[in-house]
């Protein structure tokens, strides 16, 4: 079955880094785009990045990320990561990993991340 596990997830210093991974299995995870969301107590869950199949690269659309958010893959690995500098306090949230198969949405638990001195 399909599985999605992400980790890297911790404390951290304002103006840190982290880098996340979100390891996947149970499809075709090469021809899969991925997806990095998070969400925050009483909001929505938002979309972060989209990290693309066939080496479509990756999109990151959070509009405070977008100078300081990463996302790439290894097809070898079945991983997807989110590298993440100059972390601010607002980045805190845990941070999920997704992707869609056949209109499925699957999830993997999240992994927090928290952004505070």
């Known amino acids: 079955q399909v599985q999605i596990v992400e980790s890297g997830g911790g404390l951290v210093q304002p103006g840190g880094f982290l880098r996340l991974s979100c390891a996947a299995s149970g499809f075709t995870f090469r021809t899969s785009d991925m997806r990095w969301y998070r969400q925050t107590p009483g909001k929505e869950r938002e979309l972060v990045a989209v990290v693309f199949s066939g080496g479509g690269g990756a999109l990151i659309y959070t509009d405070v990320g977008k100078d300081r958010f990463t996302g790439w893959r290894d097809d070898a690995k079945n991983t997807v990561y989110l590298q993440m500098r100059s972390l601010k306090p607002e980045d805190t949230a845990v941070y999920y990993c997704?992707?869609?198969?056949?209109?499925?949405?699957?999830w993997g638990q999240g992994t927090q991340v928290t952004v505070s001195s």
């Open positions: 997704n992707t869609i198969i056949n209109d499925v949405n699957y």
